[in-house]
T-cell receptor, first 108, second 113 residues
């Protein structure tokens, strides 16, 4: 099992749609979790941290289920500008592991 | 605040040649990372420095890759000799300390022919 696995993409959705990304991790000792966004041919940028109680930032909601070793990202009311690759990132004691990423394409 | 700087932005070399990449992290950031990102994949950590000491280099192919961070500021990553499978974007990132947010540089796109 890979350390961090994400939904294979791409996800093609119309503007205004709600889309959810899933991520699982293999190391139960993992300490913290993040979603990064990477635009085409650009560097990754932190989108949001993921907290055990779940957290929301505008149209974005992140959830963590430690028992199932599962992380999710929900995007509501998708915008054209949300088109990007979303990377799930897991931090251990001294390591940071990125998933392969899931590409989102939002169309008019 | 200036971001993470990397150079060159693009590099094309032939296999078996050598290449070096440079990274200047955000001022005051103790932790510096080098990642390799192959097309269609997520970034893979090659090496992590805390000041000028190596914290993790378990995924660095040490037979051909080397990295240093003299004086705990700038860093260089070298590949010698390069192979076709080294074609990738090499990303440098820095953070205040390990547990803080990472900021990435624009990357160096390496093509090995």
């Amino acid at each position: 099992r890979k350390e961090v696995e994400q939904d294979p993409g791409p996800f093609n959705v119309p503007e205004g749609a709600t889309v959810a990304f899933n991520c699982t991790y293999s190391n139960s000792a993992s300490q913290s979790f993040f979603w990064y966004r990477q635009d085409c041919r650009k560097e990754p940028k932190l989108l949001m941290s993921v907290y055990s109680s779940g957290n929301e930032d505008g149209r974005f909601t992140a959830q963590l289920n430690r028992a199932s070793q599962y992380i999710s990202l929900l995007i509501r009311d998708s915008k054209l500008s949300d088109s990007a690759t979303y990377l799930c990132v897991v931090r251990g004691y001294s390591t940071l592991t990125f998933g392969k990423g899931t590409m989102l394409l939002v169309s008019p | 605040e200036a971001g993470v700087a990397q150079s060159p932005r693009y590099k094309i070399i032939e296999k078996r040649q050598s290449v070096a990449f440079w990274c200047n992290p955000i001022s005051g950031h103790a932790t510096l990372y080098w990642y390799q990102q192959i097309l269609g994949q997520g970034p893979k950590l090659l090496i992590q420095f805390q000041n000028n000491g190596v914290v993790d280099d378990s995924q660095l192919p040490k037979d051909r890759f080397s990295a240093e961070r003299l004086k705990g500021v700038d860093s260089t990553l070298k590949i010698q000799p390069a192979k076709l499978e080294d074609s990738a974007v090499y990303l440098c990132a820095s953070s205040l300390e390990f547990e803080y947010e990472q900021y990435f540089g624009p990357g160096t796109r390496l093509t090995v022919t």
